[in-house]
């Protein structure tokens, strides 16, 4: 068990992270007046790291101490060596040991704290719809088809309609594939990457949304093969939805950006309803992701060990697609994504890079103060 030295030595090590300090646990040994309760050492660590990226605000010390740990991960774990000797729980821990998942679990909650906070950017009125509007559908590729829909709506041409034609938006496989997951992420939530992607390379099998063929055989199916269109060329869609100005296409965020969205929707999901957590998540955090030094970083790409899955199911598309005769605005060989880009592909996400981006999104936003009280989230007011 832990004696008073140890733990007034914890409270030393606290007062001098409070202060802006950046010395380990393992190299520190000034003490302290005992306080009411002991950070966690994730939350320590977590605030230390804040302290050798920036100069967190006092406001943003004090959510970090206060804060906890959501998720699957460890509970909240003692200092070796200040801890309270007890034989239950986990084991006291070096803070600057733990693995970076577990800082990230933390600073997570506080970034979706923040946006619940800060809220969405109001939306421009909708135009006045336009009554001799072209009727369209778009499918396919989410992060081509939301944004496309969302900015036609917003000019008074929402989608559907008597005598709508149907424009599957797409792009190199490899993209697409990417693109789904980066939209779930930023979405209903999805599982890790590799977690997600895999098993969908070794079944040889590709996201429904984003197998094109399947998607225009079920359009056809309802609407005919006539009103079915293949968009591979972005510069067609405007002419085909009846606009004249180009249609604003959405940033692809990196790897390690769109691994922190999907983190931080796994928060969100607990605070407010589906819905508001899509906003928030496309809506204010999408933007800041892009901004800054660096940014966006190292777009998220299917790794080499999948490039013979990506090339084969790409072609196979390709070639579904001009047997069955739907018209393909745009050459079809765009499909297939070139395979030096496989070779040259990064792993995804890295724990570091992503936990990086979070201690710049707080540092950023940390003038917020603590809110230490049991507020009820929305979902709970909406019972």
Same mark, same amino acid.
């Given at each position: ?10 409270? !030393? ?35 230390? %790291?804040?302290?050798?990226? /920036? ?17 699957? /991960? ?26 970076? @998942?577990?800082?990230?679990? @933390? ?11 800060? /809220? ?79 098993? $969908? ?8 949304? @984003? ?15 006539? %009103?079915?269109? @293949?968009?591979? &060329?972005?510069?067609?869609?405007? %002419? ?15 790897? &390690? ?10 928060? $969100?999901?607990?605070?407010? $309803? ?11 955090? $999408?933007? %800041? ?35 069955? !005769? ?14 030096? &880009? ?42």
């Amino acid at each position: 068990m832990a004696g008073d030295d140890g733990r007034r030595r914890a409270w !030393g090590w606290v007062a001098h992270l409070r202060d802006g300090g950046t010395t380990p646990w393992a190299g520190w040994h000034a003490e302290a007046e005992r306080g009411p309760y002991l950070p966690g050492a994730q939350q320590l660590e977590l605030l230390r %790291r804040l302290n050798l990226a /920036g100069r967190p605000s006092a406001a943003l010390v004090d959510r970090v101490l206060s804060a906890s740990a959501p998720g699957r /991960g460890t509970p909240d774990l003692e200092l070796v060596g200040a801890d309270s000797g007890s034989a239950f729980g986990p084991r006291p821990v070096d803070p600057a040991q733990l693995p970076e @998942v577990e800082l990230t679990r @933390v600073a997570s909650s506080l970034v979706a704290d923040d946006l619940v906070t800060a /809220g969405t950017p109001a939306l421009r009125e909708p135009a006045f719809v336009r009554p001799w509007r072209t009727r369209y559908r778009l499918v396919g590729d989410p992060w081509l088809a939301d944004p496309a829909r969302d900015a036609l709506t917003a000019r008074g041409r929402p989608p559907g309609g008597r005598g709508a034609v149907v424009l599957v938006l797409g792009t190199d496989l490899a993209t697409m594939v990417a693109d789904v997951w980066t939209a779930r992420a930023f979405g209903a939530g999805v599982a890790s990457w590799r977690e997600w992607l895999d098993p $969908l390379a070794r079944a040889r099998s590709v996201p429904p949304r @984003v197998d094109l063929p399947r998607t225009a055989t079920a359009w056809a199916g309802r609407v005919g093969a006539g %009103r079915v269109r @293949v968009v591979l &060329d972005p510069a067609a869609l405007p %002419r085909l939805v009846g606009v004249r100005r180009s249609l604003p296409a959405r940033p692809r965020p990196s790897a &390690d950006a769109t691994d922190l969205a999907r983190r931080v929707g796994a928060v $969100l999901g607990i605070l407010v $309803l589906p819905q508001r957590r899509t906003e928030l998540l496309r809506r204010s955090l $999408l933007p %800041r992701l892009l901004e800054g030094p660096g940014a966006p970083g190292a777009p998220l790409a299917v790794p080499p060990q999948h490039a013979d899955w990506a090339l084969d199911r790409a072609a196979r598309m390709r070639d579904d697609l001009t047997g069955a !005769g739907y018209a393909v605005h745009g050459d079809p060989d765009l499909l297939l994504p070139r395979r030096e &880009d496989l070779a040259a592909a990064t792993a995804g996400p890295t724990e570091s890079g992503v936990l990086e981006l979070a201690l710049r999104l707080l540092l950023g936003s940390g003038d917020r103060p603590a809110d230490t009280s049991d507020r009820p989230t929305e979902r709970e007011g909406h019972r």
